[in-house]
Nanobody, 122 residues
Framework: QVQLVESGGGLVQAGGSLRLSCAAS????????MGWFRQAPGKEREFVAT????????YYADSVKGRFTISRDNAKNTVYLSMNSLKPEDTAVYYC???????????????WGQGTQVTVSS
């Protein structure tokens, strides 16, 4: 079965950095666009970043543009989210998703991970 397993979350001070990883199994990774979303307490899940199957194109939410970088390693079936200059408002559970063939900034992904908590203290 398909599994997406996120890791790398934690507690960090404002201005700090974290790198999230999402390891995929049970699917042909290179056939899937990958995305990162987040959900803060009491809020809806929102788009953060997405990357095409080859990694040649990336897209970001305005709130993270210039601070976050999405990348992927198809040989390792892993997608990453490097987060710099973190702010308290970045605090959320971060989820990775896999979407067959085409990127999307909406929640229409085929598979989701269980999430990893990121907490940014002020």
């Amino acid at each position: 079965q398909v599994q997406l397993v996120e890791s790398g979350g934690g507690l960090v001070q404002a201005g700090g950095s974290l790198r999230l990883s999402c390891a995929a199994s049970g699917l042909t990774f290179s056939n899937y666009a990958m995305g990162w979303f987040r959900q803060a307490p009491g809020k809806e899940r929102e788009f953060v970043a997405t990357i095409t199957r080859s990694g040649s194109s990336t897209y970001y939410a305005d709130s993270v543009k210039g601070r976050f970088t999405i990348s992927r390693d198809n040989a390792k079936n892993t997608v990453y989210l490097s987060m710099n200059s973190l702010k308290p408002e970045d605090t959320a559970v971060y989820y990775c998703g896999a979407r067959y063939l085409v990127v999307s900034t909406r929640l229409e992904y085929n598979y989701w991970g269980q999430g990893t908590q990121v907490t940014v203290s002020s």
